[in-house]
């Protein structure tokens, strides 16, 4: 059905209906209030113009033609007043195309602002609604014919927050301080659906922190206790502990240099690990969000027997065996004198250090000691007891029998440490404090070409002990061949433990055994120890 203007355009267009709208100033004012507006409307001739009423004499706003019209065309308390070009197009004329020539409802060409960010508006001739329309926040259908107060319709176009990614703070001030009060009252209503965002610049505790630094508590979203995700251990970390330095905010994650900084404000917060918390990892650091925990070098996970802590724990700052063992796992030496090697520490109570500034800062500050009793054995002796862990009992194998092999009895000669293991030139030198004792036997241990083993705390197949590869009948006729290492009760140290008193035959069957060997004096002593036990046999035939 044709508009009824259509109708009436027809039958008077011969007597001058366009003049009539054109015919002089005061007929250009307000030419517009001939079919719709209102001619004695207060305010301008734009408001005069607009419904109500419309072309069928509505004035309601449940009618399409009436709708939002003055809502949009007036200046609030919220917003600026918006351009009729903004939903369609101002005639210059009656007759200009796509005026008075259809059938309603009016068509509909949106506007700069209303299209704004590439937006694709649209309006629903049957719900009467708008949608896309960036006025209302591009996601929000509004509807056209059922309008809210100002004040009633704050939250209609975005939240409040807006979703994430923006930040979830309910104050808009604090970063559009410069259009809204914290009462969510305008300053400048104008400025706000203008199509410009305006972000005034702040400091970091204007958002998140109290401090100048702006670390949480609080969070963006108001967090303030550990177990929030967006407080943790930030205190922790940029606090003046006494067992570390503090952590430079960008090791963990970007530092924006404002606002607008690209990868700040998008609801997420961007684990980054640099400097000091990559460390010498070679697979770099890691953040496990959903497990709220990180691999990064400072808690030297992956290293020393490192864990990955709990970012949400409630339980305070870390201990030092928070992060690494006391000691660390092997190939760490086993021993809680953390001061042989470390310097920086002052061997208190609680390892406190010497300067923290030196703790996780990326390089181990070791300190070993040059000399071998920094670490075990005495001033008086290098070889245990001490052990790495401290044990001076014979029963723990790091002392075992050490100084059974290395001390003059008169029985034997001195054993030569190298004749067991390797003897490093220095403490930081290949295999050595790796947390095992490798045992290489050399020298005596081996000769005649025994294959000696240590295995189970007992030595076997040592020349030493048997030397049954220098006899030559293949057996020597030692009670005690296999000696247990922690046993030094005398119990395995006798003249036939290590072969017969005298050996079997074809030894000659005479107890004098000084007749042919005369580094023996008898009697259970030797005129000369230093032959004895030396991998030869030293006899002379009478």
Same mark, same amino acid.
Request: aromatic share 4%; proline share 9%.
């Given at each position: ?88 197009? $101002? @005639? ?134 550990r177990d929030h995700s967006g407080v943790g251990a930030h205190v922790e970390h ?26 700040? %404000? ?46 949400t724990s409630t339980a305070g700052p870390l201990a030092c065996d928070g992060c ?5 796992? @092997? ?31 990326? $390089? ?117 061949? %296999?000696? $247990? ?50 991998? $030869? %046999? ?5």
């Open positions: 059905m044709k508009h009824a203007l259509l109708g009436a355009l027809a039958a008077v267009a011969a007597s001058g209906c366009l003049v009539l709208h054109d015919n002089d100033q005061q007929a250009k004012d307000n030419r517009c209030t001939s079919c719709h507006g209102n001619a004695e409307a207060e305010g301008d001739a734009t408001l005069k113009a607009a419904p109500p009423s419309d072309t069928h004499g509505n004035t309601a706003e449940d009618a399409p033609g009436v709708g939002a019209h003055q809502r949009h065309l007036r200046a609030s308390a919220t917003h600026a007043a918006i351009a009729c070009t903004e939903c369609h197009v $101002v @005639p210059e004329r009656t007759d200009s195309p796509g005026h008075s020539d259809s059938d309603g409802p009016a068509e509909l060409t949106w506007g700069a602002l209303a299209s704004l960010d590439a937006g694709t508006p649209a309006y629903d001739g049957t719900a009467h609604t708008c949608s896309n329309v960036y006025c209302h926040g591009y996601a929000a259908t509004q509807p056209w014919t059922q309008q809210r107060p100002s004040d009633q319709a704050c939250g209609s176009c975005h939240g409040l927050p807006p979703a994430a990614p923006h930040p979830q703070n309910q104050n808009c001030a604090l970063c559009h301080g410069s259009v809204i009060k914290p009462d969510r009252s305008f300053i400048d209503p104008a400025t706000h659906v203008d199509g410009v965002l305006q972000v005034g610049s702040m400091a970091c505790n204007a958002c998140h922190g109290a401090t100048d630094a702006g670390n949480p508590p609080p969070s963006l979203d108001g967090g303030t206790t940029l606090a003046d502990l006494p067992n570390a330095r503090n952590v430079q905010c960008s090791e963990c994650h970007p530092v924006p240099t404002d606002v607008g900084s690209p990868g700040h %404000v998008n609801g997420t917060v961007d684990v980054v690990f640099t400097g000091v918390a990559l460390g010498p990892l070679d697979g770099g650091a890691t953040w496990n969000r959903s497990a709220a925990t990180c691999t990064a070098w400072c808690h030297t996970a992956g290293l020393a027997g490192g864990i990955s802590p709990q970012w690494h063992g006391l000691p660390p796992p @092997p190939p760490h030496p086993t021993w809680t004198r953390c001061t042989a090697c470390h310097s920086n520490l002052t061997g208190d109570a609680g390892h406190p250090f010497v300067d923290k500034e030196l703790h996780v800062n990326g $390089v181990v500050n070791a300190d070993p000691p040059a000399n071998c009793d920094g670490c075990h054995g005495s001033s008086a002796n290098p070889a245990p007891p001490r052990d790495l862990a401290g044990n001076t009992a014979t029963s723990f194998s790091g002392v075992g029998a050490h100084q059974k092999h290395l001390t003059d009895a008169g029985l034997y000669r001195v054993v030569e440490c190298g004749e067991c293991h390797p003897v490093p030139a220095q403490t930081v030198a290949a295999g050595h404090a790796n947390g095992t004792t490798d045992l290489v036997f050399t020298g005596p241990a081996v000769a005649g070409g025994s294959m000696p083993a240590y295995s189970g705390g007992s030595c076997a197949n040592t020349t030493c002990h048997n030397p049954s590869v220098l006899t030559t009948s293949g057996n020597a006729g030692g009670q005690d061949t %296999v000696p $247990v290492w922690t046993r030094v009760d005398g119990s395995q140290l006798s003249c036939y433990s290590c072969h017969g008193f005298p050996p079997p035959a074809p030894h000659i069957q005479n107890f004098a055994c000084e007749t042919c060997h005369l580094d023996y004096a008898g009697g259970g002593r030797f005129s000369r120890p230093d032959l004895h036990v030396n991998g $030869v %046999v030293t006899f002379s035939v009478p």
